[in-house]
T-cell receptor, first 110, second 116 residues
């Protein structure tokens, strides 16, 4: 079965600092990978999705970027965090019709 | 473009009452998948159900039931005899089948609060 590892679980970062969130997938090959953000009390906003190594699609213009250096690795990054980057970040993998989510990272930018 | 609308932002019920969560979607695809997820306070998303666009048969799983109406583009979710443990945010999602993969779009979520 698919397992998604996402870390760290919580993160407090100062404004202007860099960010790197990592997500790895086990139990499947060539999955579609997604990064979602959930602001406090809000729904899930799709940030990036990837259908293969090096292939990244951005859904919304923002301060973040994503990379997929390996088939089952998806990284969310920022060079300089903004206060508005605070939120709950979820990595997801979708193979055929099944979608699985990581445990999420709660990011607070202070 | 695909879109999922959950008009109810929050529903509050007393334990043992039934609660129905509405989900309306938009898509130009004829083949697609619909999902419901539960997000408890801990934050993780728990998969509840998947339905493909060719299967309009309603489904019941314990206290949960789903009503898929393709004619009205709706995929509603009912919790029967609600319990306090049902308190969570529930998300409806749509997956279009793209040439290179599936793209998930979520509704805004409905917060369900079940009071004892």
């Amino acid at each position: 079965s698919q397992t998604i590892h996402q870390w760290p679980a919580t993160l407090v970062q100062p404004v202007g600092s860099p960010l790197s969130l990592e997500c790895t997938v086990e139990g499947t090959s060539n999955p579609n990978l997604y990064w979602y953000r959930q602001a406090a009390g809000r729904g899930l906003q799709l940030l990036f999705y990837s259908v293969g190594i090096g292939q990244i699609s951005s859904e919304v213009p923002q301060n973040l970027s994503a990379s997929r250096p390996q088939d089952r690795q998806f990284i969310l990054s920022s060079k300089k965090l903004l206060l508005s980057d605070s939120g709950f970040y979820l990595c997801a993998a979708n193979r055929r019709t099944e979608a699985f989510f990581g445990q999420g990272t709660r990011l607070t930018v202070v | 473009a695909q879109k999922v609308t959950q008009a109810q932002t929050e529903i509050s019920v007393v334990e043992k009452e039934d609660v129905t969560l509405d989900c309306v979607y938009e898509t130009r695809d004829t083949t697609y998948y619909l999902f419901w997820y539960k997000q408890p306070p801990s934050g993780e998303l728990v998969f509840l159900i998947r339905r493909n666009s060719f299967d309009e048969q309603n489904e019941i799983s314990g206290r949960y039931s789903w009503n898929f109406q393709k004619s009205t583009s709706s995929f509603n979710f009912t919790i029967t005899a609600s319990q306090v443990v049902d308190s969570a945010v529930y998300f409806c999602a749509l997956s279009e089948v793209l040439a290179a993969g599936n793209k998930l779009t979520f509704g805004g979520g409905t917060r369900v609060l079940v009071k004892p």
